[in-house]
């Protein structure tokens, strides 16, 4: 054997002794949730255009992750503002009769883009829609409920032997909106990145995530489009064919990318996230198992509501929500004789071993909550997440409360809430979650 053959064989023996041992098997698919044009889009109350075609297609993702163990458990990313409880809970009922998969096991993600559909109920109050509208929307919504499970369905067939490996980068773009209040505001530019690699060290699928609105789009836009979370994951996979990019958002209720407002912005603010990825790939660690995750609901109170009288007198209010918004309360006092006192919160927490920890809460979350658990558990790598698994309305914190504005408590007007929250909703939260993580269950 020649030398130079000799120090090629040693080169491949010492790289295969380095690569990780899969001790994972995951399974990763994709499938199209873009709508056809005219459906409403969601997320802005003053836009006064349908969809009108396709700027990026939309997509619905699914990684299923199996431990040495065999616990099994599903992420699902969706190219989307949110889903609604109901529609969660009918995913995962029918997860767990398909494929057995727990409640806890699987966690679905929104991108938050405010330039996709409106899907089921959600911000009902924001939106002025025609009977077909609404027929419209509810077709779509029950064709992605399908599109989720079928999804999820092809990606747990598909497992196959991988390793894991964490890292994180940082991206620039994402500030504290909130400015009338903080002029500057905390944010987190965190990138958080999730590698999937199969046996022959080839990338199947990256999941990364950012805690930022993704909102470079406004109201003007009426092209389906995943705005720059969406733009990311196109990068990612042109850059690495083979590979699915999935994007998981973070708690960014109260952070807007800077600047942003047009096509070129998105295209800048996508291929910065997908840069941030890129560079935290080159200093990746393994993840070990076993994977432990973790379910429960918390009911979040809200402040006191307003009496019968006030929501009659809102009636005659000059702003078209404010009437929309009482004539909804009234009609809950007719059917249930009450406003309801809570909002139940879904938190989810995933354990990988003592390698990583994902914190997956629902709602509009502001970043206070993800700094607040990174100091809290200092010592370990935390992930956290928003959007996931409800989307019902803002999450503040104590802080975002006590100032007021939108985030605090003006948006419940259009998500239809009968008010603010109270000021515990904070402590709840992270009660919930430090019983999960140290192995409780709802």
Known sequence: MQRRDFLTLMAAAASQAFRPRARWRAGVATVDITPEAGIWMAGYSVRTCAAEGVGLPLHAKALALNDERGTRAVLVTLDLLGVTASLAARVAETVRRRHGVA?????????????GPVTGDMLSVAYDLSPERVAAIREYTHGLERKITDVIDDALHRLRPVSLAIGEGRAQFAAN?????????????????LEVNERSGRPLAIVFGYACHNTTLQDANCRLHGDYAGVAQAVLERRHPGVTALFVAGCGGDVNPKPRGTMELVERHGTALADAVDGARRSLVPVSGPLRPAY???DLPFAPTPERREWEVRLDDADVYVRRHARLMLDALDRDGRLPAAQAEPVQVWR???SLTLVALGGE????????????????RLWVAA?????????????????????????????????PFAEPVEELIHGKIRELMSGGRA
């Open 387 to 419: 959007y996931s698994n409800d989307v019902f309305g803002y999450v503040p914190s104590l802080r975002v409360l006590r100032e007021g504005g939108y985030e605090a408590g003006g948006a419940m007007i259009y998500y239809g809430g009968p008010g």
């Open 365 to 380: 979350v502001v970043v206070d909550y993800a700094l607040r658990l990174k100091r809290d558990y200092a010592g370990q």
């Open 296 to 298: 429960g609901v918390v």
């Open 103 to 115: 409640r806890e096991g699987l966690l679905i993600n929104a991108s938050h883009t405010h330039s």
């Open 352 to 354: 990988f071993g003592a």
């Open 177 to 193: 909106r909130r400015v009338q209040f903080t002029p500057d505001g905390p944010v987190d530019h965190a990138v958080p990145v």
